[in-house]
């Protein structure tokens, strides 16, 4: 494990309880509403906040146990951190605050320049913190905590400070960079959006509890609290976009409205989105399928209907349709679902 | 669009203007411009000049080296009687001066509560000496420094700190690297907000220290010396401090005069 986590702190009056792990080179999102204790469990890992009780361990070694009274400080954790609006150190170039860890740790400055290239800011080098965009000051931000050569990589909301058009682009580069990161990184959001980009694994956060905690697309499809219900309850596809239409990872196609996107996307789609037909559908939808029931269940006042694709596909309808369209598992049906009814994210 | 302001009002910041401008330009105009170069090369003036200088400068270098730790701890240590600790620190601000002068006579005089023994012990005798001008001024000097540097602190986002300790940073690297280079300006307008208060010292010192020509005697104790004997010569060394402070004024006017930072 790159993290192993269990925390029992309080930050004032508000009490925190969690036990969260991270595998190398997997990605999790601690999502939750604001002030929901997300960003101090992530303090309390890289030794920013004390513990009341529990037990931490990084790469196999414990760095809090309150059972052994051990509480490694924080510079001694090889923990990488990208703070909430960055915290570059504005008296230093990008160049001095990326290295100033390497130099910190009596690491060789090799790394600098490694991750200078690999995150496209070699241009950047030795500008001022104050002459960076927001998402220029984000790269330097992973960058300054990657070269340090972590054993574990902490990013607290690290979208949040962006515009909207900056974040969208931002989250798609994000994802790749990670991807280059083989040790484990748990990410602070409270955007599910950026939770389904970027994550492989969702850990839902509520009250100082974990209220859920699954692989994305599970999480998204099947949110078991009220407040992720209200944010998700979605299908979610992975795959590649051009020019409108999305070639999915585990097989079929989705047609989307939107043309733009190109190269690796997150596609969601509402299953109350998808209609279910007898016969072959008319009309407008760009998207139809002939395919196969696998399996039907009673979600509220809606039934969900799990279809084989490909792509696979949930659908949401009235109890009413289910028996007008003598559905049942192993049936044949035909899906149609609109293009504009497919969103589209850069991944 | 300006709002409209009650003539009182105006009429009466014309008057306060007037009442500290009004000083200073009779102090200028009555200034032997003349004989500026020969009333200032005196020996006694000279004197005066150097020692403020040394002194003042030797006071504020204390200020830093001891004003700094304290700023910190009270800005970032939370201890039982912080606020007691820190209303002392301040009370040399709104002390009279001679009553200072009174209580380092009380603490390092040759009776006093340490004093007795530098005295007995290694025969240190710091009133009435030049060291002892160092020490007065030290004193009323230090409070400035102190506030300035925790005001700064304070302000500072602590983020910042706890970046460099993510990125392995020892307790003195985060703070010779990250937190004195973010406090540097305010360090600077403390220090020299410090040796102003230091060079313009008169009650503490002239209590404590004395008033010998070429010992104790700073710029200041000059001026009200001069008086005594000739009146130009003390309006000449006058003119000195008032164009030091001058200058004080203008390498601080982003931060107190609330222009651009």
Redesign the interface.
């Known amino acids: 494990m790159s993290v192993d986590a269990r925390i029992r702190t309080t930050v004032g009056s508000f009490e925190i309880d969690v036990h969260l792990t991270c595998a190398p080179g997997e990605t999790v999102a601690l999502l939750g509403p604001n002030g929901a204790g997300k960003s101090s469990v992530l303090?309390t890992i890289?030794?920013?906040h004390g513990l009341d009780q529990g037990r931490i361990e990084i790469a196999g070694n414990v760095v809090d146990d309150s059972a052994a009274g051990i509480h490694l400080?924080?510079?001694?954790?090889?923990?990488?951190?990208v703070?909430q609006d960055y915290?570059l150190?504005?008296?230093m170039t990008v160049r001095q605050n990326i290295g100033?860890?390497p130099r910190?740790?009596g690491l060789d400055a090799s790394g600098v320049d490694h991750w200078i290239d690999a995150l496209g800011i070699a241009d950047l080098a030795d500008r001022r913190p104050s002459e960076l965009s927001g998402g220029q000051a984000q790269r330097v931000a992973l960058a300054?905590?990657l070269a340090?050569d972590p054993q574990l990589l902490l990013m607290d909301e690290p979208l949040a400070a962006l515009d909207a058009a900056t974040r969208i682009e931002v989250r798609g580069r994000l994802r790749h960079h990670l991807a280059e990161f083989r040790q484990g990184t748990v990410i602070v959001t409270h955007d599910p959006l950026d939770a389904l980009v970027l994550a492989d694994r969702v850990v839902v956060v509520e009250n100082g509890r974990i209220t859920q905690d699954g692989p994305t697309a599970q999480v998204a499809a099947e949110p078991r609290t009220e407040y992720l219900a209200a944010l998700l309850g979605v299908t979610l596809f992975r795959g590649s976009a051009a020019s409108g239409t999305i070639a999915c990872v585990d097989g079929g196609t989705l047609i989307a409205s939107d043309t733009h996107a190109a190269g690796d996307v997150v596609a969601l789609v509402r299953p109350q989105a998808i209609s279910l037909h007898r016969e072959r559908p008319e009309g407008s939808a760009r998207n139809t399928w002939h395919t196969t029931v696998t399996g039907i269940d009673a979600h509220g006042d809606q039934v969900r209907v799990h279809l084989a694709g490909p792509p696979a596909l949930v659908a949401a309808v009235t109890p009413a349709a289910v028996a007008e369209l003598r559905l049942a598992p192993g049936e044949k049906v035909w899906a149609s679902l609109k293009a504009t009814d497919v969103s589209v994210h850069p991944a | 669009m300006r709002t409209p302001a009650p003539r009182l009002l105006i009429a009466l910041a014309m008057v306060a203007f007037a009442f500290l401008a009004l000083p200073l330009i009779g102090l200028l105009l009555s200034a032997p411009w003349g004989q500026m170069t020969e009333l200032l090369s005196t020996p006694a003036a000279r004197d005066a000049l150097r020692l403020s200088l040394v002194t003042s400068l030797m006071a504020t270098a204390i200020t830093i080296v001891l004003g700094v730790p304290l700023a910190w701890v009270l800005a970032r240590r939370e201890f039982r009687g912080r606020a007691l600790v820190r209303g002392l620190v301040l009370i040399p601000l709104v002390l009279p001066p001679v009553v200072g002068g009174v209580t380092l006579l009380a603490a390092f005089g040759r009776r006093g509560l340490v004093g007795q023994y530098l005295y007995d012990w290694f025969g240190i005798q710091l009133p009435f000496s030049t060291a002892g001008v160092v020490m007065a001024e030290a004193f009323v000097a230090l409070p400035f420094l102190v506030i300035t540097v925790e005001g700064a602190l304070r302000v500072m986002d602590i983020r910042f700190e706890d970046a460099a300790r993510t990125l392995g940073a020892s307790p003195t690297r985060v703070l010779l690297r990250v937190t004195a280079p973010l406090i540097a300006p305010s360090l600077v307008a403390g220090a020299v907000l410090a040796w102003a208060r230091a060079l313009g010292e008169f009650g503490a010192t002239i209590t404590f220290a004395g008033n010998f020509p070429g010992v104790t005697q700073t710029l200041p104790l000059a001026v009200y010396s001069a008086l005594e004997v000739s009146r130009e010569e003390a309006i000449a060394l006058s003119v000195v401090l008032l164009g030091i402070s001058f200058a004080v004024l203008v390498s601080l006017r982003g931060r107190l005069l609330g222009g651009r930072g």
């Not at chain 1, 400080?73 to 951190?81: C, H, K, N, S, T």
Request: hydrophobic letters at 40%.
């Open positions: 303090r890289a030794g920013l400080p924080a510079e001694r954790r090889r923990v990488g951190f703070f915290v150190f504005p008296h100033f860890g910190s740790t300054r905590a340090t």
